[in-house]
């Protein structure tokens, strides 16, 4: 079972991404490093107000052109992440959705999360954070909870910490066919998407005599519910030129990321990874990495279809920071046709205008030759416009391991890796073949000590590897890679090993040597925290000490509330600060 | 940027050419000209309902305004009510200088500070910074909320106080938050609409200023020695009023409503008066802008040199000269707002903290140190209940929450 072939709500909307980028870059300067983002350190011997005057410096681009500042289109920004406007557009179960009943138009919300302990809050929102900064494959949303509905009674209020990947990753967009209202990053063009998962237990309130609602939740077969969301035509909402004029006059405001979500609420079976579905996989083969999923319901004859990252958009809206209204339409496909062993066996229209009010997805009912054609062949997926080409990867490698984060003291960790054949068991043997590289543009850190091939045995679904890391630090992208599959890949951050105890055990820890190793990082390139909590004010630190406390507790890291909500603070780090933060309360 | 000429040279011109046009329109049609637009009078009554979120800079500026005025309004012979019938500006004893004072509501011992009405109305005694942990030394008291304390250039401590309107009093009386104990035991804090605080800050006036640009008072002083310690005097002093914030707990505004004011005279030279925070012929070790004396180690008694870094918004400055206009006459035409801020997305609860806007606001006698990232909300988003169980909504004001007195026996 998937959310595919199970009831589902979908919505759409629009969504804020305030991502920080200042952290994007090391900014070489005459042959050195000005920062250190594995040692989350200032190398600079420039002060504080200098390196934040350098990252403020209007910059071009490799063509020329104006390009933001060096900092990057949002140096100011949070790693808030908001939906905007988001609202259910459809419900009810496969091949039998409408858009009426009781869900329909209600606001669509993602929550932060609830302080770990106390159960207060939550007082903030869900949060972007990078695993690699410098990577634009390795994005995560932390987030606290889902709600569906406003007011105090929402027919639907979850609370829960979770954790979402991007996947699917791919284009959307022909980046020679479109082009966004300004320069903008390439995100601007790509598609992402996230998917989290939360346990029946984090249900705090649903509405009961909601159909679709009930169903999600009262299934014995779920173990929770998924919301799985698909972000696009994300681009700051504001032009280099605008951003300059900001920081220019000291305004000194966020530059966002706006775009727009399609997402989906269903079950989360229990046979199903947290963040990532069941379902045979769809890469658009005339769009970069453009991929989408199905799943064959064989008892009900039917094949769902999430074609979201999948099929390509028609236009990038001209206004950046018009993303709330009507999606733009797709291009215009005609007809999906459907094939499996070279005979066409169903035809769907493509909705090139409507298909984001029912969450991009498509259920396609199958007469009984259909289904047996799909259980032993790859899908194919063809239109009678504009030329789609969608072939199915045989085998699918997926894993809840998407992102990981290593303590030095770290020697080794199992990973599972699941692989798939046509949606199930592997019908023959396969070799995975595995592979390091950079994820972004720092050199991999080459930590990881791996199996150079894997062997999976017909009939498994998944193996488990043991993995080894040696005394490195950094960053590293861990790809499988298999013949007839598409590329899977782990992201890791290593923390340094970071040594303090001289520090620690002398006591009376000086605050210029916790400012310096822990927090000056922050105040420099983190802005909007020094909004909060002046990072460079030693009375500050001093008063909000118990609080701080708390939030650099690893119980508050699987939240949204973890300082720094980048992580990028070693656990040598994070032992100076909180030595000097229990000095301060006495301890 | 605004100056008293230029808003007289302003209204005589338009006064010019409504007497310019009115008889074209007379000849031209014989329908009645509609009326040249009255001024809209001065209010002393506190506006409620704030601008809808989506609302612009201006109408929040506007209602910044119409604060302002209702608070600096002559008080009245009960408490936090204005005496409607005097005239704006004719009295030193304004509303909001009757509300209560963290002083009054956090007494001693946390003992119980008793019904909105009791005690008289009392001189201020300024001697507390802006937002202080209650166990800090006295000597922090004329601290900023961060960077440390402000020397004007004549040598003299810059002062803070803290008052509350009943709504916010009777809120923290009736649940007993005036005693540390209580308030970090709650389970949250959830200050009712119409809740209202007001943080000012003052500075003593000496002969050569110009008192008439001045809301003054009458109040006594702490006395600090050239360290900055405090002597544990106090004196009689004329203090002149240089910031002020109003944070209003608005209908439909959980995040508040923000805005803050200055003396025009603080850092701005051009109004050809010396400029109280800033010394254009500043010589010696200590004249970098906005540099915290705890960086710089200047002395104490050293004045400390302070800028604008935040240019006022055009809509703003439009909104100060129709206003300043308005109160022309009275000291309050030498105040102008610096800005609102206020919550645009606040009733999200995917985005507690409301998407503040304008992003960065600074108030040069409160933020001196901090303008480059100082956002009102921001900060007071990270408020907490003293011992941090839970949040305190946006208030500081329980960091002066005392504790009870030990019963007899109990250690101390």
């Known amino acids: 079972m998937s959310y595919l072939n199970g009831p589902r709500i979908n919505f759409y909307g629009g969504i804020s991404i305030n991502v920080d980028t200042a952290n994007n870059d090391q900014y070489t300067t005459d042959g050195k490093p000005l920062l250190d983002l594995n040692d989350a350190s200032v190398c600079s011997a420039q002060s504080d107000d200098d390196v934040i005057a350098y990252l403020r410096e209007e910059v071009s681009n490799s063509k020329g052109q104006p390009y933001f500042v060096r900092g990057g289109w949002n140096y100011y920004g949070d790693h808030q992440v908001v939906l905007q406007q988001a609202k259910v557009s459809s419900s009810g179960a496969p091949g039998a959705m409408n858009q009426t009943g009781g869900l329909q138009h209600l606001p669509v919300y993602l929550l932060g999360g609830l302080e770990p302990g106390t159960g207060k809050g939550p007082y903030g929102g869900a949060v972007m954070v990078d695993i690699d900064p410098t990577s634009s494959v390795t994005s995560q949303i932390y987030a606290g909870g889902f709600q569906i509905g406003g007011g105090d009674t929402p027919a639907l209020l979850v609370q829960g910490h979770a954790v979402s990947h991007s996947r699917l990753l791919g284009l959307r967009y022909s980046t020679s066919r479109v082009q966004p209202p300004y320069l903008t990053p390439g995100s601007a063009w790509a598609s992402g998407t996230f998917q989290l998962a939360f346990r029946k237990q984090d249900i705090v309130s649903f509405d009961d005599s909601d159909p679709v609602l009930a169903a999600i939740i009262n299934d014995p077969r779920s173990q929770g519910l998924v919301v799985r969301y698909s972000l696009f035509e994300c681009f700051p909402g504001n032009d280099s030129a605008s951003v300059r004029a900001d920081l220019k006059a000291n305004q000194n405001n966020a530059n966002p990321s706006l775009g727009r979500v399609i997402g989906s609420v269903g079950a989360w079976y229990a046979d199903e990874l947290a963040s990532d579905p069941l379902g045979r996989l769809l890469p658009n083969v005339k769009l970069g990495g453009a991929q989408g999923l199905a799943w064959l319901d064989e008892s009900a004859a039917r094949l769902s279809l999430d074609l979201v990252s999948a099929l390509e958009g028609d236009n990038i809206r001209s206004n950046g920071q018009a993303n709330t209204g009507p999606i733009g339409p797709n291009l215009d496909y005609g007809n999906l046709i459907i094939s499996a062993g070279e005979r066409q066996i169903a035809s769907v229209p493509s909705n090139p205008g409507g298909y984001y009010e029912w969450g991009g997805l498509y259920d396609v009912a199958l007469s009984t030759e259909a289904v047996a054609l799909l259980k032993a062949h790859p899908i194919q997926i063809t239109s009678d416009k504009n030329d789609l080409q969608i072939t199915e990867s045989r085998l699918r490698i997926s894993s809840d391991a998407r992102n990981l984060y290593t303590d030095p003291s770290d020697t080794r960790k199992a990973v599972t890796v699941r692989v798939h054949e046509l949606g199930g068991p592997l019908l023959t043997p396969v070799v995975l073949q595995l592979s390091t590289s950079s994820p972004g543009t720092l050199e991999d850190g080459q930590f990881l000590e791996f199996p150079a091939t894997v062997q999976v045995p017909a009939g498994a679904t998944e193996v488990t590897i043991d993995l080894e890391f040696n005394a490195g630090s950094g960053f590293s992208l861990l790809e499988f890679k298999a013949v007839c599959a598409s590329d899977y890949h782990m992201a890791f951050r290593r923390y340094p090993e970071h040594d303090y105890s001289a520090l620690i055990n002398a006591g009376n820890i000086a605050w210029a040597d916790v400012y310096e190793h822990c927090l000056r990082f922050f105040y420099v390139l983190f802005p909007a925290m020094s909004k909060r909590i002046p990072l460079n004010d030693e009375a500050t630190i001093q008063a909000v000490a118990g609080e701080l406390l708390k939030r650099i507790d690893e119980s508050y890291r699987p939240t949204t509330l973890y300082m720094p909500l980048t992580r990028a603070l070693s656990p040598g780090k994070v032992a100076l600060l909180r030595a000097y933060l229990n000095q301060l309360n006495g301890d | ?412």
């Open chain 2, 1 to 412: 940027m605004y100056n008293k000429v230029t808003c007289s040279q302003f209204k005589l011109a338009r006064r010019l050419l409504t007497l310019l046009i009115l008889p074209a329109v007379a000849l031209a049609d014989t329908t009645p000209a509609p009326a040249p637009p009255m001024p809209v009078p001065l209010s002393c009554a506190l506006p409620v309902q704030a601008p809808s979120p989506d609302g612009s800079l201006t109408a929040f500026s506007d209602f910044s305004w119409l604060q302002f005025v209702a608070l600096n309004w002559p008080a009245g012979a009960q408490r936090g009510v204005p005496d409607c019938t005097a005239a704006f500006g004719s009295s030193e004893k304004t509303v909001w200088q009757t509300y209560k004072t963290t002083d009054q509501l956090f007494l001693p011992n946390a003992l119980d500070p008793g019904p909105w009405d009791a005690g008289a109305v009392m001189l201020f005694t300024l001697e507390h910074r802006a937002k202080a942990p209650a166990d800090l030394p006295v000597e922090e008291s004329v601290r900023q909320a961060v960077g440390g304390w402000l020397t004007d250039q004549h040598g003299n401590p810059t002062y803070y106080s803290i008052s509350v309107n009943r709504v916010s009093y009777e809120y923290v009386v009736t649940n007993g938050y005036y005693n540390a104990d209580i308030i970090a035991a709650a389970d949250k804090v959830s200050f009712p609409e119409g809740a209202l605080e007001v943080k000012a800050a003052w500075r003593i006036l000496v002969d050569s200023d110009d008192h008439s640009r001045y809301h003054t008072m009458t109040a006594q002083v702490t006395e600090y020695d050239s360290e900055g310690n405090n002597t544990g005097r106090t004196r009689e002093a004329v203090v002149g009023m240089v910031g002020m914030h109003v944070v209003y707990r608005a209908p439909g505004f959980p995040q508040w409503t923000w805005a803050t004011f200055e003396q025009v005279d603080n850092t701005d030279a051009s109004h050809g008066v010396q400029p109280s925070y800033f010394n254009e012929n500043c010589s010696g070790p200590h004249c970098t802008p906005n540099v915290s004396p705890l960086i710089t180690g200047a002395p104490f008694t050293a004045p400390n040199q302070v800028t604008r870094v935040t240019d006022l918004d055009d809509e703003v400055i439009a909104v100060n000269q129709d206003w300043q206009a308005r109160v022309e006459g009275t000291p309050f035409q030498y105040y102008r707002l610096i800005s609102p801020q206020w919550p645009t997305d606040p009733s999200d609860p995917g985005n507690p903290q409301g998407s503040p806007f304008p992003s960065t606001v600074a108030n040069t006698v409160l933020e001196s140190y901090i303008q480059p990232i100082s956002s009102c909300m921001d900060c007071h988003s990270t408020a907490r209940v003293p011992g941090n169980a839970t949040k305190s909504n946006y208030s500081f004001i329980f960091l002066f929450a005392q504790q009870p007195a030990k019963a007899q026996g109990e250690s101390q």
